[in-house]
């Protein structure tokens, strides 16, 4: 158990509407990560925050956002679903800004209908 | 732009029969280069991070080891519970002061009785 806690394990939604994934960090880590995982695209950097501020982004979408509360809970918004958004959603922390190894989460599998 | 390349794609071993997982790599400034395993339905479990080449690391029956332009996880002995997806992942200097990683495809390595 990496003590990363990701919900909801599953997703199953519609076309055009809004989900919302939420992760808790280990304790004491500060960092939280967000990443998409597809079976053509493998694992893709999607944002990184730290302590409640941005940090750095990868390849995420527009129709995509996410937060870092400050008791360091995370939320991913995904809007405007599309088909091809239907993927592993992982979430995983450090205790660092950068050095630290990540720690996953097991995931929210968004299906998209 | 950093890359990694992990080969085989999928790899079939009898138990006990040893072999080596490649993750070739195209980074500018390595910081570190991270092995993780990963089991279906979970998320990828930390195992090794190596820094600068020629750094071994050993866990079990798992030896990682670094070089200048890639990294290989021995599998001495395996047995089936080692059956699982290794995943590699690099982080470099154009990643700044955070915890972006790049991860390869990852090898399916699947251990028989």
């Known amino acids: 158990d990496s003590g990363v806690t990701q919900t909801p394990k599953h997703l199953i939604t519609a076309t055009g509407q809004r989900v919302t994934l939420r992760c808790s960090p280990r304790?004491?880590?500060?960092?939280v990560y967000w990443y998409q995982q597809s079976l053509d695209q493998g694992l893709q950097f999607l944002i990184q925050y730290y302590n409640g501020e941005e940090r750095a982004k990868g390849n995420i979408l527009e129709r995509f956002s996410a937060q870092q509360f400050p008791d360091l809970h995370s939320e991913l918004n995904l809007s405007s679903l599309e088909l091809g958004d239907s993927a592993l959603y992982f979430c995983?922390?450090?205790?660092?800004?950068?050095?630290?190894?990540?720690?996953f989460g097991n995931g929210t599998r968004l299906t998209v209908t | 732009e950093d890359q990694v390349t992990q080969s085989p794609e999928a790899l079939r071993l009898q138990e006990g029969e040893s072999s080596s997982l490649n993750c070739s790599y195209t980074v500018s400034g390595l910081r570190g280069l991270f092995w993780y395993r990963q089991d279906p339905g979970k998320g990828p479990e930390f195992l090794f991070t190596?820094?600068?080449a020629g750094e071994e690391k050993e866990k079990e029956r798992l030896k990682a080891t670094l070089t200048k332009k890639e990294s290989f996880l021995h599998i001495t002995a395996p047995k089936p519970e080692d059956s699982a997806t290794y995943l590699c992942a690099v982080q470099g200097r154009s990643s700044g002061n955070t915890g972006k990683l790049i991860f390869g495809q990852g090898t399916t390595l699947q251990v028989k009785p």
């Open positions: 995983a922390s450090s205790a660092g800004q950068g050095d630290s190894p990540l720690h």
């Open positions: 190596l820094y600068s």
């Open positions: 304790s004491g880590d500060l960092s």
